[in-house]
C-alpha cells in the first residue's frame, strides 16, 4: 500500500494519464459534435490512426511537432470528408460505412509504413514543454500536470470553449437542431447538409490532432494499429457525457488513467502481466456503461439521414 501511494506512483500515474487520455479527449470532443448533428461516426478510429501516420510522417520529414499536428489534422479531415460525402450526402448507413473507413485506415498507414520506413521505426526527438509559472512547481501533480506541451492546455481549453458553444450561442442550437430536429432547422432556414458536414470535419480534425498526438507526443514514433481500440472508447465517452464536454473531460482522465496503470505499477515496483493491466480501460467502459448506460442521452435523429420531405418523422428515412 505504502508504494502505491508514494509520489513516485502518484506522479508516473498522473503523468500516464495526461499523455494517454489527451487523445480520449480530442477524439471524443470530436465524436460529440458529430453525434450532435446526427452523425453516429464509427469511423473515428480510422481518423486517429490517418492522423498518427501523417502527423508523424510531417514531424519526422520537417522537424516541427506543430507541422506534424497540422498534417494530423489535415488526414483526419481527409477521412471524415469520405464518411461526409457518403453518410450525410448520399445516405448511407453511418456504420457500415465507419467500419469500413476504419479497416481501411488501418490497413492503408500500416502500407505506407512499410513502403517509407520497412521494418524501422524511426523515433522522434523530445518534445519541449511549457511550464505554467507557480503550478509546474506543485509536488506530485506539477510536472504532471503544468508542465506539458501547449497542445495539452489548448486540448483542456477546447472543452471548455465547446460547453460554452453548446449551451449559449446560435452555432450550438443550429448543430442540436441538426441532431434532434432537422426537419424543424430546415423549415427555419437552416441547412441540415451543411451543418452535418461541417461537423463530421470538424470531428475528423480533432481526431486527427489526437492521433498525431499520440504518434509524435506519447510514443515519439508510429506503430500500425497504435491506437489500439482508443477511438471506440472516445465513442463511449462521447455518448456517456449527455453532450457535457467537461463530462468529456472527466472521461478522458479515468480511461487516460487506466491505460497508464501499467507504467505506474512498474515505477511502484509490482510484478503484474501487463495484459491484465491492459484490460483495464476496456473492464472501465463495460462498467461505466453498466452503471451509466441506460441514462446516456442520443440525439433523435442519431444515425438517421435526412431527406428534405421524406418519409419517417422529421424528414428522415423510414
Keep these: 500500500m505504502d508504494m502505491i501511494l508514494s509520489a513516485a506512483f502518484l506522479t508516473s ?3 500516464g494519464m495526461v499523455v494517454s487520455g489527451v487523445p480520449l479527449l480530442l477524439a471524443g470532443l470530436g465524436e460529440q459534435i458529430s453525434e450532435k448533428a446526427g452523425v453516429l461516426n464509427i469511423g473515428i478510429e480510422g481518423m ?16 516541427s ?16 470528408s469520405v464518411m461526409a460525402v457518403l453518410c450525410v450526402r448520399l445516405g448511407l448507413n453511418q456504420i457500415v460505412i465507419g467500419i469500413g473507413l476504419t479497416l481501411g485506415a488501418e490497413g492503408l498507414t500500416a502500407l505506407l509504413h512499410h513502403v517509407r520506413f520497412s521494418r524501422s ?9 511549457l511550464p505554467l509559472p507557480g503550478l509546474a512547481e506543485l509536488p506530485i501533480v506539477g510536472s504532471a500536470l503544468f508542465d506539458r506541451h501547449p497542445i495539452v492546455y ?12 453548446y449551451r449559449k450561442t446560435h452555432l450550438g442550437l443550429t448543430l442540436r437542431a441538426a441532431g434532434d430536429k432537422p426537419a424543424a432547422l430546415d423549415a427555419a432556414g437552416g441547412d441540415v447538409v451543411r451543418t452535418r458536414v461541417a461537423a463530421v470535419l470538424c470531428t475528423g480534425a480533432f481526431a486527427g490532432l489526437g492521433g498525431a498526438f499520440m504518434a509524435e507526443v506519447g510514443a515519439g514514433l508510429f506503430v500500425p494499429f497504435m491506437t ?17 464536454p467537461l463530462w468529456v473531460l472527466a472521461g478522458a482522465a479515468l480511461f487516460g488513467a487506466c491505460l497508464s496503470m501499467t507504467t505506474a505499477l ?3 515496483g509490482f510484478d503484474v502481466p501487463s495484459d491484465v493491466i491492459q484490460m483495464l480501460p476496456f473492464a472501465a467502459v463495460m462498467a461505466v456503461l453498466v452503471v451509466f448506460g441506460r441514462g446516456a442521452s442520443l440525439p433523435a435523429a442519431l444515425g438517421s439521414p435526412y431527406v428534405r420531405g421524406g ?3 422529421g424528414g428522415e428515412r423510414s
Design 228 to 244: 489500439g481500440g482508443a477511438g471506440f472508447i472516445a465513442i463511449v465517452l462521447a455518448m456517456l457525457a449527455r453532450g457535457r
Design 311 to 313: 418519409r419517417g418523422s
Design 154 to 165: 489548448l486540448a483542456v481549453a477546447s472543452a471548455v470553449v465547446l460547453s460554452v458553444l
Design 48 to 63: 486517429m490512426l490517418a492522423g498518427a501516420y501523417a502527423g508523424f510522417l510531417g514531424a519526422y520529414q520537417t522537424g
Design 13 to 15: 500515474l498522473v503523468a
Design 65 to 80: 511537432l506543430w507541422v506534424g499536428f497540422l498534417y494530423g489534422i489535415g488526414a483526419g479531415m481527409a477521412v471524415a
Design 121 to 129: 521505426y524511426p523515433r522522434l526527438p523530445g518534445v519541449e514543454t
Design 266 to 268: 512498474q515505477v511502484a
